[in-house]
């Protein structure tokens, strides 16, 4: 069986979900192949499969005759979906969500404007996230639908002992971009630096996406809170370093921050915790599936730094509590996220699909 998994760019959420789901679904000898529009820093990340890197709609044309693909699932490019049915692909078509913009309410709003295009699909599939199962069962209910967790391959991505840090560190993982709401971030470690002077702030960016009016914002604001001391941006990183990073933040006594508006699934935070590194996030949704406040992570509301900073003070205090949170996090991941439990949910979509094609 042969899928196509096809995606604007390799960075971020979606490159790792492609990642981890190849090596979850080669298990079972599907072969996943991989179509980008353009090339991104994912591309480091190496996997021993086709990737395609085009925007030629000749080219896109001439890959999928060649590639024999039982389903193809287009990853938020609606306007793909319409481009596959006229070169003649005729095998069902998934158009998946893994996030929609920086606010809950953008989701609804992108389906009702787009519901034409993406009525060229023969599913919908996104993650268990609240706000997108709302607005998919709202806005395309004739639609079939799938829903179901991502998956990490936690024999690969894992813990790491290695020589602890003699500081604390509060890590952050995203863009230079609103919805991933550095700013909040920078807030909260000025905040924290003030009772602890010796802590450090890492942040790991993809530098190559994002404006350069944010970016001249974010300089700024480092200035104007003084944290340049502290402060260690970490640029463009292959993931298979994140690992080693999760775990020596984990293991200083300090956390990952993240303080994004809205996520559809949220990997950074999924692969802090089953590296042994707690969380300290906002409810943006998608995260509710790896967070339970106070069992395997911790939540405070959405630009409360004030609340966020006496989360930050507890975790890193309350060694206790901290170690319960970091043992519960990765049993939790290993039930619920498992690469077996992945592809057990793919495979059922896959034969649905092909099921109702061949009645039809």
Known sequence: MNILFTFFVPSGGVETLNRQRFYALSQKGINCHFLYLQKGIGLRNKIDTQIFITNSDQEIKSIIENGNYTAIVVSSDYHLLPKLRQIGYKGPLIYEVQGLGSTKEYADHFLRNYADQIQYCDAVL????PHLIEAFKKNLPTKKQFCFHNCINTDFFKYINFTKSNRKIIGW???????KNWKDFLTIGAELVKNDPSLMLWMFEDNTLGSKSERVAFEQTVEHLGLRQNLTIFANQPHDKMALYFSIIGDSGGFLCSTSKVEGFGYAVLEAMVCRCPVLSTDSDGVRSFIKHN????FFEFGNISQAVQEAKELMSNIELREKIRERAIEHIG?????????ENFLGMINALKNANEQS
């Open 126 to 129: 996104y993650p268990q996230t």
């Open 173 to 179: 993982v995203g863009r230079i971009e609103e919805n």
């Open 295 to 298: 069992i395997t992570g911790n």
């Open 335 to 343: 039930l619920h996220f498992s690469p077996s439990k992945y592809t």
